[in-house]
């Protein structure tokens, strides 16, 4: 809670044993406060944290078995690196030869034993990273908490330490809960997402789980990109929709949380499920090319079918034929199979 | 452009030379020189001031260790020292509370620790004697509320002095311990409690050696004035006990012994020299410890 701002509703999930558990939401959402409240900075008004069934709410953060990894690392910039690592230990009342050993060991696992004796000014961003990483994980917490930690990182380093950040969760055998606004870093890592948004859980699920079958709007919107539809809801059949297009086409389609006193529905149809030209098949239309982006990947087409747009990617491979020219008459197809009937 | 900078430097030079180096060789040269008999000095080289710290001459010409001056030193540095580490002890809290206060709330309290330099330190000090005083403030308070009815005299003595030097320099502890600490991220000392520490763990561990710049910064700005405190010891002290810059105030007034008064006065450079070297030596070290 922020002053009289609710900035949570009610939330409940179960995170499992040796998780990579990913909360996942644009920023306001909430996220970093229900992070918070795992660590103890935060207290919620109401509700329940427990940690392996032991109620951990009255805790003050220096008594809870769960560590921290800062988004900007908040390292101690007076303190080596062996001394930012030894001081989680040292508070443990851990036996000094016990610690230092625990401290090399951290500092290997995350390759930074040459640099022990120096102190976090003298490190680029990626090295303080894996130092803050090593820091947390020293006092062998029950779960470790990770905020934002690859957002200060450029976009190459980001890539390769979210590699080693998944093989250390693999290594340890730990539970991470990791907090992100970045789809695609939560897609890559995670086992489990929570999507969080307006202060609520949106979904629950895995990273395909929520890409292919997004329970509503918000989600579908979130995670990658879609094409959405209003659509005019004509019956339901158990998992499966009838729906009328402004086309005027009829479609039947999968379909989540659709009640059968909707009238109008959304219908959520993935850029890359669009074939083009020769690969159009399915459902068949024409259209004109109204804008072309090239992605070095994929390129991104919008295509205008009677006063739509709709957005198209295609992979480029090497024997492709040019790229679309704008305002080309273009034939496109899809399956209904591929589309999603969402309620609101 | 390099010939415009050396030369654009020269105000600034030509200021620094007339008003500061300029007068302290005059002063040191005044050390070295021969008393007037009514003031003043003869241009007689001869190191009889700087004896007379140690010695005194007998009536009939031998010469005895005297003690009395060491003493006023002694005084002095201890005094100054207890005045620096009490208003380190009571600024930090005080600074740490204004940094936890809203912005505005921020800027009225900061201007209020200041507010006391708007007042003569004069008007200041003898505050303090009323406060302190026989039928004052304290004494009143302690009397009436029957918790003692002697206390002995609470003025004109050491601890007096003391109590006005806090008072007086204290401002200038709290300004840049409170800059230190708002300099300070308070994610680190999330951090520290998220790694186990307990506030007294995390306040020994992280935010006071994060903050030792602004102490130290503050050590020096109290230090230095509390060396040449003058008015506390005249006015609180009741001009009884003498501190450094009463004992030169004199030789140069009353007792009209110039080149004694110059060298107590370059003793007192001494001191103040002898700490900023020391400080200094420190914050090098620390930064060479750095760059290793």
């Known amino acids: 809670m922020f002053g009289d701002f609710q900035a949570l509703e009610t939330v409940s999930f179960d995170i499992h044993d040796n998780e990579f558990f990913t909360l996942l939401g644009p920023s306001g959402c909430g996220k970093t406060t229900l992070l918070r409240m795992i660590a103890g900075f935060e207290v919620p008004t109401t509700g329940r944290i427990a940690l392996h069934g032991k109620d951990i709410q009255g805790l003050p ?5 769960v560590n921290t990894v800062f988004q900007n690392y908040a390292l101690f910039p007076h303190m080596t690196l062996e001394q930012n690592i030894a001081y989680g230990l040292e508070n443990l009342g851990w036996p000094s030869e016990k610690t230092r050993a625990r401290v090399a060991e951290m500092l290997d696992l995350v390759h930074m034993s040459k640099f022990a004796r120096r102190k976090p000014q003298q490190l680029s961003g990626g090295q303080r990273q894996r130092v803050a990483l090593a820091r947390a994980l020293a006092p062998e917490p029950e779960v470790l908490l990770l905020d934002e930690p690859l957002s200060a990182l450029d976009l190459k380093l980001r890539q390769a330490m979210r ?10 055998g730990l539970t991470f809960v990791f907090v992100t606004h970045d789809q695609e870093e939560a897609l890559d890592m995670s086992d489990r ?4 948004g307006g202060g609520r859980i949106q979904q629950l699920g895995t990273p395909r789980d929520i890409y292919e079958n997004p329970t509503n709007r918000f989600v579908a919107n979130f995670i990658g990109e879609t094409n959405f539809f209003d659509v005019d809801l004509l019956s339901i059949d158990g998992n499966m929709a009838r729906v009328r297009t402004p086309l005027g086409l009829d479609l039947t389609v999968p379909q989540r949380n659709v009640r059968s006193s909707q009238q109008k ?21 024409t259209g004109t090319v109204v804008a072309t982006n090239y992605l070095g990947g994929h390129t991104q087409y919008i295509i205008r079918v009677g006063d ?6 295609r992979r480029n491979s090497w024997n492709d034929a040019e790229t679309l020219a704008e305002g080309a008459t273009v034939k496109l197809g899809f399956h209904p199979e591929a589309a999603r009937v969402l309620g609101q | 452009m390099r010939e415009f900078r050396i030369w654009g430097l020269l105000p600034a030079q030509i200021l620094m030379v007339a008003t500061l180096i300029v007068p302290v060789l005059i002063i040191v040269a005044v050390s070295f020189a021969t008393r007037g008999p009514y003031g003043g000095f003869d241009f007689v080289p001869t190191t009889a001031a700087y004896r007379q710290i140690l010695f005194t001459e007998g009536w009939s010409g031998e010469v005895e260790f005297n003690p009395q001056y060491l003493i006023i030193i002694a005084r002095t540095v201890l005094l100054a020292t207890l005045t620096t580490l009490i208003c380190m002890v009571l600024a930090f809290p005080v600074a740490y509370w204004i940094t936890l206060q809203k912005r505005t709330a921020r800027t009225i309290l900061l201007v209020a620790v200041t507010l006391p330099f708007w007042v003569s330190m004069i008007v200041r000090v003898y505050a303090w004697l009323i406060i302190l005083g ?24 050491n601890r007096a002095m003391l109590v006005g030097m806090v008072y007086s320099y204290i401002p200038l502890m709290i300004l840049p311990v409170f800059a230190s600490i708002e300099k300070l991220d308070p994610a680190l000392i999330e951090a520290s409690h998220d790694l186990h520490a307990s506030r007294a763990v995390t306040l020994r561990r992280v935010i006071l050696p994060l903050c030792w710049p602004g102490l130290a910064a503050g050590a020096i700005l109290v230090f230095v004035p509390s060396l040449g405190a003058v008015l506390e010891p005249i006015l609180l002290g009741g001009g009884k006990i003498m501190m450094m810059g009463n004992l030169i105030q004199m030789q140069f007034g009353g007792a009209r012994n ?5 060298a107590v006065a370059i003793m007192l450079m001494c001191v103040v020299m002898a700490f900023l070297l020391f400080n200094g030596l420190r914050a090098m070290r620390k930064a060479v410890g750095e760059m290793a």
């Open chain 1, 61 to 65: 953060p220096h008594k809870r078995r």
């Open chain 1, 163 to 172: 590699e080693e950040l998944r093989a250390l969760q693999r290594q340890t």
């Open chain 1, 193 to 196: 997402i929570c999507v969080l």
């Open chain 1, 265 to 285: 529905v959304t219908l959520s149809l993935r850029p890359e499920t669009i074939g083009l030209g020769d690969q159009a098949s399915g459902e068949i239309m």
């Open chain 1, 308 to 313: 739509m747009d709709i957005r198209v990617s």
């Open chain 2, 134 to 157: 026989n039928d004052g403030v304290i004494e009143k308070t302690l009397r009436l509320t029957g918790i003692t009815d002697d206390i002995g005299s609470l003025l004109f003595n």
């Open chain 2, 258 to 262: 110039w080149p004694f008064g110059a």
